[in-house]
């Protein structure tokens, strides 16, 4: 088949974060099956690029905000709505990670308007709208795109209930998150690398409760330090002031996005991986502590914390500071237990999230929705 992706955005840093990581892991698998898969992006360039995701072909386009300077609602990408014009009647099916931004509306829109097949996959980002814009848009675009795809991939029994109730409509089916995990890293861990944030510095993501975990487990062990990793999206100054006043700035390391091969590395690195994000659907961050061999500690509003407390792959908490930090220390004290998670989530990946059981699902997919 000749399939074609389509995501927001791809930048060195990351900025994008899980739809893009999967969207590429998606094109690598599919590519690897044998299919011809090529994925669209918005990026920061000057001019188109042509380059590759593994077997796949990457296309990138310029895109610039038109208003702010974090986010992506008003990110856009005109050369890639036009691109997609011209290109989209040389696909079999489209694959297109929805978002309301205004790369992806517009995109949607050049796929709605040809006769090619898709599917759509929104990643959590088509939430129940909580703005005027964001309910015009859904009225305008996101239901008639809901209704003409031939299947709405959600993550979570929550987000598939919210797409039903967007466009009853709707064929939705349930999909993983899939990541490839590589050799076992079990025998690298420490308890002497840092304890590790890496998600984007919003306020899904809560790093200021990070700040906090931080605060108190310094109480009790002096020798802890802390690593924040990720580009900023209107909480870096809110961070860097909580942490000031802490009064242990010493012991804090703030970088902006790094490359995947870079976050790779980092996360290999570290004690322990904390997100502490409440009402996270799929974070693919936790996915790649699973896959470099490290302890995991989030919260139990994760969309797979299920599957977590399965395969005692992650220590689970209520989000608050005091739980995440009782739960750092008792892993970075116990081997046993970081032991026992790393194990946990390496049998996870293994058993529920391989990549290529999620590209075969696709295929499948995609297959019927060719059929005559």
Same mark, same amino acid.
């Given at each position: 088949?000749?399939? +074609?992706?389509?995501?927001?955005?791809?930048?060195?840093?990351? =900025?994008?974060?899980?739809?893009?990581?999967? +969207?590429?892991?998606?094109?690598?698998?599919?590519?690897?099956?044998?299919?011809?898969?090529? &994925?669209? =992006?918005?990026?920061?360039?000057?001019?188109?690029?042509?380059?590759?995701?593994?077997?796949?072909?990457?296309?990138?386009?310029?895109?610039?905000?038109?208003?702010?300077?974090?986010?992506?609602?008003?990110?856009?990408?005109?050369?890639?709505?036009?691109?997609?014009?011209?290109?989209?009647?040389?696909?079999?099916?489209?694959?297109?990670?929805?978002?309301?931004?205004? &790369?992806? &509306?517009?995109?949607?829109?050049?796929?709605?308007?040809?006769?090619?097949?898709?599917?759509?996959?929104?990643?959590?980002?088509?939430?129940?709208?909580?703005?005027?814009?964001?309910?015009?848009?859904?009225?305008?675009?996101?239901?008639?795109?809901?209704?003409?795809?031939?299947?709405?991939?959600?993550?979570?029994?929550?987000?598939?209930?919210?797409?039903?109730?967007?466009?009853?409509?709707?064929? &939705?089916?349930?999909?993983?998150?899939?990541?490839?995990?590589?050799?076992?890293?079990?025998?690298?861990?420490?308890?002497?690398?840092?304890?590790?944030?890496?998600?984007?510095?919003?306020?899904?993501?809560?790093?200021?409760?990070?700040?906090?975990?931080?605060?108190?487990?310094?109480?009790?062990?002096?020798?802890?330090?802390?690593?924040?990793?990720?580009?900023?999206?209107?909480?870096?100054?809110?961070?860097?002031?909580?942490?000031?006043?802490?009064?242990?700035?010493?012991?804090?390391?703030?970088?902006?996005?790094?490359?995947?091969?870079?976050?790779?590395?980092?996360?290999?690195?570290?004690?322990?991986?904390?997100?502490?994000?409440?009402?996270?659907?799929?974070?693919?961050?936790?996915?790649?502590?699973?896959?470099?061999?490290?302890?995991?500690?989030?919260?139990?509003?994760?969309?797979?914390?299920?599957?977590?407390?399965?395969?005692?792959?992650?220590?689970?908490?209520?989000?608050?500071?005091?739980?995440? =930090?009782?739960?750092?220390?008792?892993?970075?004290?116990?081997?046993?237990?970081?032991?026992?998670?790393?194990?946990?989530?390496?049998?996870?990946?293994?058993?529920?999230?391989?990549?290529?059981?999620?590209?075969?699902?696709?295929?499948?997919?995609?297959?019927?929705?060719?059929?005559?």
């Amino acid at each position: 088949m000749k399939i +074609a992706h389509v995501v927001t955005y791809n930048s060195p840093d990351g =900025a994008f974060g899980g739809p893009t990581t999967v +969207a590429f892991a998606q094109a690598r698998a599919l590519a690897e099956m044998g299919h011809e898969v090529t &994925v669209f =992006a918005g990026g920061p360039i000057a001019s188109p690029q042509e380059g590759r995701v593994g077997d796949a072909r990457l296309l990138e386009y310029p895109a610039r905000r038109l208003v702010g300077t974090t986010g992506f609602a008003f990110m856009a990408s005109p050369s890639m709505y036009r691109a997609l014009r011209r290109k989209i009647f040389d696909f079999d099916v489209v694959h297109i990670h929805l978002a309301r931004d205004l &790369v992806m &509306v517009p995109a949607s829109l050049a796929v709605l308007r040809s006769s090619t097949q898709f599917v759509v996959q929104p990643h959590g980002m088509v939430d129940r709208p909580t703005r005027f814009l964001a309910t015009l848009i859904d009225f305008a675009i996101i239901r008639r795109v809901l209704k003409r795809a031939f299947v709405a991939f959600a993550l979570t029994e929550t987000e598939q209930e919210t797409l039903i109730d967007l466009q009853p409509r709707a064929r &939705v089916e349930r999909i993983r998150n899939g990541i490839n995990a590589g050799p076992s890293a079990d025998a690298c861990w420490t308890a002497d690398g840092p304890v590790l944030f890496m998600a984007r510095f919003h306020a899904r993501k809560r790093p200021d409760a990070f700040v906090r975990m931080a605060t108190l487990i310094r109480a009790s062990d002096q020798s802890a330090r802390f690593l924040m990793v990720g580009p900023d999206e209107g909480e870096r100054e809110l961070v860097t002031a909580a942490i000031r006043q802490s009064g242990s700035q010493d012991s804090f390391e703030i970088r902006d996005g790094v490359s995947p091969l870079a976050a790779s590395r980092i996360m290999a690195s570290a004690s322990v991986y904390v997100l502490p994000s409440v009402g996270e659907v799929f974070p693919m961050t936790i996915l790649e502590a699973f896959a470099a061999g490290i302890p995991v500690v989030s919260t139990r509003s994760l969309g797979i914390a299920e599957l977590c407390e399965e395969f005692g792959a992650a220590v689970l908490t209520d989000g608050t500071p005091e739980e995440l =930090a009782a739960a750092v220390v008792r892993i970075r004290s116990d081997r046993d237990l970081a032991e026992s998670l790393t194990r946990g989530g390496r049998a996870l990946l293994e058993a529920e999230l391989g990549i290529r059981q999620v590209a075969k699902k696709l295929a499948s997919v995609y297959e019927m929705a060719l059929e005559p």
